[in-house]
């Protein structure tokens, strides 16, 4: 099986920032596409930013020039550097992730936990 493991979450001021971690580890055999989705109370979950294997980078309007998204694949942790956080930046944060797994040997996606984002004065 495959677990995403997230971290970094927390309670920052407007205008600070926050790094958010998922580590994927189990029977991996390789790692596409790797991004971040959020889900804010009410609204619909929005996809936030993506990363290929090649390295192609995309971020949602909302979050560009502010947000960096980036992988360590010696690790299978893909990153997501928040600086400028802005109070409409808070809600529940996701990673996904295209696995290539070993037992039996298929590409899936799998989500993160989820962690809390609060941007708040």
């Known amino acids: 099986q495959v677990q995403l493991v997230e971290s970094g979450g927390g309670l920052v001021q407007p205008g600070g920032s926050l790094r958010l971690s998922c580590a994927a580890s189990g029977s991996i055999f390789g790692i596409d596409a790797m991004a971040w989705h959020r889900q804010a109370p009410g609204k619909q979950r929005e996809l936030v930013a993506t990363?290929?294997?090649?390295?192609?980078?995309n971020y949602a309007d909302s979050v560009k020039g502010r947000f960096t998204i980036s992988r360590d694949n010696a690790k299978n942790t893909v990153y997501l550097q928040m600086n400028s956080l802005k109070p409409e930046d808070t809600a529940v944060y996701y990673c996904?992730?295209?696995?290539?797994?070993?037992?039996?040997?298929?590409?899936?996606?799998?989500w993160g936990q989820g962690t809390q984002v609060t941007v708040s004065s």
């Open positions: 996904n992730v295209e696995v290539l797994t070993g037992w039996p040997r298929a590409w899936n996606f799998y």
């Open positions: 990363i290929t294997s090649g390295g192609r980078i």
